[in-house]
């Protein structure tokens, strides 16, 4: 590790097969806590390159534990988190009206880091059992038409280095390596990220796959569609900036997104959403990036007409529905 640090600290950049080799041995216990956290501060200090991201990813998909979806179409949406906002879980929502409007959606996600309450979190809270057995998930895709993966039980590797991120307490880039680690690999995703940089990265990333995808920021900082202000928006085929008139919804005030302080505000914003009984802005933010998902797909249609389907399914109670099959 001494060398390698030196090299980083050298200005000099990894090459994705030496960023993939690296973060291996990180799993394989070849290095102590001091030298993974020192190794881990320096993609706080300088920008991650294409291709140390590339190598990452394709080491935690290596070690992961695979998902096959058997042939099912589906989706995730899911942000990077770190973007320090500690808005309410805004894509965790937005999953079950995806999944009330008919889509199939299989959500990858884990506990908070630099934020209090992820989607794990909220989940767990509501009664999620967390659960790696295939027929058990391919059991919830059916019946409720969405499952979780819960990181930690599809990651073993990453136990190695979980320790050292609560220590730390803030971003590295294994928020930047979630989204792109979804065991199951879905033909459709929206990503979230914090900055624009990181939603370049990902869109040279994620084009070298044939598949559709989104990756959304907003200009503001939010890692998802915020409303706040505009966004960008990049696909396979280019880029757009959206504000909240594209979606036909007001533009909100930031206080609307806060998620609370604990675990137990979280879920209570979160049941308020699905049974009708959030605030307006908090309504609209879940629309908004339902919404852009479906759009995501790529099917052709409007992105208001897009809003207007993930409203149908908030407003006829099919996304409450839908949490209930599940947890069911």
């Given at each position: 590790?001494?060398?390698?640090?030196?090299?980083?600290?050298?200005?000099?950049?990894?090459?994705?097969?030496?960023?993939?080799?690296?973060?291996?041995?990180?799993?394989?216990?070849?290095?102590?806590?001091?030298?993974?956290?020192?190794?881990?501060?320096?993609?706080?200090?300088?920008?991650?390159?294409?291709?140390e991201?590339?190598?990452?990813?394709?080491?935690?998909?290596?070690?992961?534990n695979?998902?096959?979806?058997?042939?099912?179409?589906?989706?995730?949406?899911?942000?990077?988190?770190?973007?320090?906002?500690?808005?309410?879980?805004?894509s965790?929502?937005?999953?079950?009206?995806?999944?009330?409007?008919?889509?199939?959606?299989?959500?990858h996600?884990?506990?908070?880091?630099?934020s209090?309450?992820?989607?794990?979190?909220?989940?767990?809270?509501?009664?999620?059992?967390?659960?790696?057995?295939?027929?058990?998930?391919?059991?919830?895709?059916?019946?409720?038409?969405?499952c979780?993966?819960?990181?930690?039980?599809f990651?073993?590797?990453?136990?190695?280095?979980?320790?050292v991120?609560?220590?730390?307490?803030?971003?590295?880039?294994f928020?930047?390596?979630?989204?792109?680690?979804?065991?199951a690999?879905?033909?459709?995703?929206?990503?979230?990220?914090?900055?624009?940089?990181?939603?370049r990265?990902?869109?040279?990333?994620?084009?070298?796959?044939?598949?559709?995808?989104?990756?959304?920021?907003?200009?503001?900082?939010?890692?998802?569609?915020?409303?706040?202000?505009?966004?960008?928006?990049?696909?396979?085929?280019?880029?757009?900036?959206?504000?909240?008139?594209?979606?036909?919804?007001?533009?909100?005030?930031?206080?609307?997104?806060?998620?609370?302080?604990?675990v137990?505000?979280a879920k209570?914003?979160?049941?308020?959403?699905?049974?009708?009984?959030?605030?307006?802005?908090?309504?609209?933010?879940?629309?908004?990036?339902?919404?852009?998902a479906?759009?995501?797909?790529?099917a052709?249609?409007?992105?208001?007409?897009?809003?207007?389907?993930?409203?149908?399914?908030?407003?006829?109670?099919?996304?409450?529905?839908?949490?209930k099959?599940?947890?069911?």
């Amino acid at each position: 590790m001494k060398q390698i640090l030196h090299q980083l600290f050298e200005h000099q950049t990894l090459s994705r097969t030496e960023a993939r080799d690296i973060l291996l041995r990180i799993a394989g216990d070849d290095y102590n806590d001091s030298e993974i956290a020192s190794f881990l501060t320096v993609f706080r200090m300088r920008p991650i390159s294409v291709e140390e991201l590339q190598g990452f990813q394709e080491a935690l998909l290596q070690l992961s534990n695979p998902f096959d979806l058997q042939g099912v179409t589906a989706i995730d949406v899911v942000g990077t988190g770190g973007d320090g906002k500690n808005t309410f879980n805004i894509s965790t929502i937005s999953c079950f009206v995806l999944a009330g409007a008919g889509y199939i959606v299989c959500k990858h996600g884990n506990y908070g880091v630099s934020s209090g309450c992820g989607s794990s979190n909220v989940l767990e809270a509501l009664g999620y059992e967390f659960s790696a057995d295939s027929a058990i998930l391919h059991g919830q895709l059916e019946k409720a038409g969405i499952c979780f993966l819960h990181a930690p039980l599809f990651h073993p590797a990453m136990k190695r280095v979980a320790p050292v991120r609560r220590a730390l307490g803030v971003k590295t880039f294994f928020n930047m390596l979630g989204p792109l680690v979804n065991p199951a690999q879905p033909d459709y995703q929206l990503f979230g990220v914090y900055s624009p940089e990181l939603a370049r990265l990902y869109q040279y990333v994620l084009q070298a796959r044939d598949k559709q995808f989104g990756v959304v920021y907003a200009l503001d900082g939010y890692d998802e569609v915020s409303l706040t202000g505009p966004a960008q928006f990049r696909t396979k085929n280019g880029d757009s900036l959206l504000d909240a008139a594209d979606f036909g919804l007001p533009k909100i005030e930031a206080e609307a997104l806060h998620g609370g302080n604990t675990v137990e505000e979280a879920k209570a914003i979160f049941t308020r959403v699905l049974d009708g009984s959030a605030t307006d802005a908090q309504k609209s933010v879940i629309l908004a990036n339902a919404g852009l998902a479906i759009y995501s797909m790529g099917a052709g249609k409007s992105l208001i007409d897009c809003v207007e389907e993930a409203r149908e399914s908030l407003d006829s109670g099919k996304a409450l529905k839908t949490l209930k099959k599940l947890l069911a």
